[in-house]
């Protein structure tokens, strides 16, 4: 099994000089963050990840969490692991000072949460979810309880989970049963909520539910669902975790990945009502848990990169030393030299560059709206943040089924086999699609509320955008046929755009039925336009004299891959979302 290591070249690449960190940094002034400074956090990060983290990783798939009379006990090594995670800092990274954060930009914390996840996703989802629970709460959270709450969760002192889920509601929130019942100063919250990711565990002293939940008078549907925070144990006069809350894991799920996350269900109630907290209005609680799903997202396709570079990692070591070949001499030589081999590492090198550009440019734009000085600008990023969201989240996963499904294949049988590791990395990416919300979901948050809520326009700024990218790849001379390419996949996304605009009122399948393939031909042309950004610059760069020659090189040659092998897919993608969903509807339900 290859050892991982954080693609730095590339990282900084993008960071530095297809993104402009320092501009960032500079505009939102943040005197004392800047490339050099990030150089070194990465540094610490991937060390702490290769000797901490990584060794986490089959330990936890082999041992995973487990249900005991205490409640859920974690893998072994994790908690020891976590206890340096929050002694090193590294929970309070990107949160504000404010509330004991170290506020780093978010494009810091993204590639940093890129080392953790490759290193070990399921050791990463909780603080994945820490993450949103802090999100949440300074955004919704009363003063009392970002006071009460916010230090602990900001520091990784206490954990955080996401309870959405009931056996009757999945990916239709509308249907929520749990109840929650006004007492004194607080709710009594009864039901049950399932598959509630580290829902349980003993490396912290205390868990912090966000809970949905319904108010007796609630109207039905999603407008009556409240959000709670509901503490595993009670604090004490002194803000201590003390008598422990009518909240419990009274199972765990058996599954095909992430073992070592435990995957709860957890009773609400059993003894009387558990005592939760209202976080926001009555009623406007989805909206409020919309903080942490939105975070949570973008969490969840940087997953999906993440388990794809640790794939390609591994294919490619693998691939340079595995005698197949014979040559006419008798000598023998590597896989890696054969045109189908090549053709797999190339579409998993492409594809994760392109993702990782992605997940960091939906980062920096997080970073613009908040740095922001003025309304109008933050209003700009943010809108983007929200487009590229769901493409973020559903691309990057829908792609690491792909990626390390070739892993495997590089691999031959070794890949089939759990020796090698590539396995367990196609095994934990197969959950990335479908938690956080399905690719169906993304698809249709993409087309209803983030294409056709705005008659297209934020994904006509966007198109301009890579328009930009396309004319200034179509004007210098030496990578005007990549220019070519982005220009037919732009002129593609236009025309989808406008069919989707012209065609979505006609009748209600319209837009179900182009969403996913609408969400996965945008994320094929962000990718390309990242990838173009990058050929620019790297081309630029190498005409200077400056940079590393053979990275910069590299680069140029991978966004030529990706404009030939990647990109079409596009192409494809618009000739099926023109063809309509008539076919798709056709039959009878008992014709299948
Ligand atoms: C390991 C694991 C960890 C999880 N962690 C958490 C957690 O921490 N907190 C939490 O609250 N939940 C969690 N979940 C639950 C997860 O978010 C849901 O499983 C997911 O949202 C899908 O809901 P569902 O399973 O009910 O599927 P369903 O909603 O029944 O969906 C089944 C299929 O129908 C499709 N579908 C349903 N509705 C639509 C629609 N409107 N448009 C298009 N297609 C649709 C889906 O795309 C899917 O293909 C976890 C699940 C797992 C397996």
């Known amino acids: 099994m290859s050892d991982y290591h954080y693609p730095y070249k590339d990282a900084e690449f993008l960071i530095n000089d297809v993104i402009g960190f320092d501009d960032i940094c500079q505009s939102a ?14 540094e610490e990060a991937n060390r702490f990840g290769a000797e901490v983290i990584l060794p986490l990783n089959v330990i936890g798939d082999q041992n995973g969490a487990t249900l005991g009379e205490n409640g859920v006990q974690q893998s072994p090594g994790f908690a020891e692991a976590y206890r340096q995670y929050v002694d090193n800092g590294w929970g309070a990274l990107a949160f504000p000072e404010q ?13 940093v949460d890129e080392i953790w996840q490759s290193s070990s996703l399921a050791f990463a989802l909780c603080s994945l979810l820490t993450h949103g629970t802090v999100e949440a709460l300074m955004e919704h959270g009363s003063d009392e309880l970002k006071e009460i709450y916010l230090p602990n969760l900001v520091s990784g002192e206490w954990t955080g989970t996401m309870n959405l889920t009931e056996s009757a509601a999945g990916s239709d929130l509308a249907a929520v049963a749990t109840r929650a019942v006004p007492e004194g100063d607080h709710y009594l919250i009864s039901g049950q909520k399932i598959f509630i990711t580290w829902g349980d565990h003993q490396m912290t002293d205390n868990v912090i539910h966000l809970v949905l939940a319904r108010l007796p008078d609630a109207p039905a549907g999603s407008r009556g669902i409240s959000l709670f925070l509901v503490p595993k144990f009670l604090l004490d006069e002194e803000g201590n975790p003390g008598e422990r809350n009518d909240v419990h894991c009274v199972s765990l799920e058996h599954k095909l990945g992430i073992h070592a996350s435990p995957t709860c ?13 209202l976080v926001g209005e009555p009623n406007r609680g989805l909206m409020a848990m919309f903080t942490m799903m939105n975070d949570a997202r973008q969490g969840v396709g940087l997953q999906g990169l993440s388990l794809s570079t640790r794939s390609y990692q591994q294919a490619l070591e ?16 590597p896989i890696i030299e054969f045109p189908d081999v090549r ?21 920096a734009e997080i970073d613009l709206a908040h740095f922001a000085t003025d309304a109008e600008t933050a209003i700009r990023h943010n809108s983007r943040v929200d487009l590229y969201t769901p493409i973020v989240k559903g691309w990057l ?37 479908i938690y956080e919300g399905t690719t169906g979901i993304q698809g249709q948050d993409l087309v209803g509320r983030k294409i056709l809520s705005n008659s297209g326009e934020l994904l006509e700024n966007l198109l301009n955008d890579i328009q930009a990218t396309t004319d200034e790849l179509s004007a210098s001379g030496q990578l005007a046929d990549l220019g070519q390419a982005l220009q037919t996949s732009v002129d593609a996304g236009r025309t989808a755009r406008q069919w989707l605009l012209d065609n979505a009122g006609q009748d209600r399948n319209v837009a179900g039925g182009a969403s996913v393939n609408l969400l996965m031909m945008l994320g094929y042309i962000c990718g390309g336009w990242v990838m173009g950004r990058s050929a620019l610059k790297a081309a630029q760069l190498l005409a200077a004299g400056g940079g590393d020659e053979a990275f910069l090189e590299a680069k140029l040659i991978t966004a030529r891959f990706y404009m030939e092998h990647l990109l079409p ?13 008539e076919s798709m509807m056709a039959l009878e339900e008992d014709q299948f």
């Open 265 to 277: 269900v957890l009773a609400f109630g059993d003894n009387g009502g558990a005592i939760g907290y």
């Open 397 to 433: 996963t829908e792609l690491s089924q792909e990626i390390t499904s070739l892993g495997i294949q590089v691999h031959g049988g070794m890949g089939y086999v759990e020796e090698t590791g590539s396995a367990q990395f196609y095994r934990d990416a197969r959950i990335t699609t």
């Open 318 to 333: 693998f691939a340079k030393e595995r005698l197949q070949g014979t040559r006419s001499d008798g000598s023998r030589f």
């Open 343 to 363: 053709r797999m590492l190339m579409l998993m090198k492409a594809s994760t560059e392109a993702m990782r550009g992605l997940a960091y440019i939906s980062a």
């Open 29 to 42: 002034g943040l005197d004392e963050v800047n490339s050099e400074l990030v150089s070194a956090i990465f």
């Open 569 to 581: 897919r596009a192409d494809s993608c618009l000739t099926t979302i023109q063809a309509g969903s």
């Open 99 to 111: 509330f004991g954060g170290q506020g780093m930009p978010r494009l810091v914390s993204t590639a």
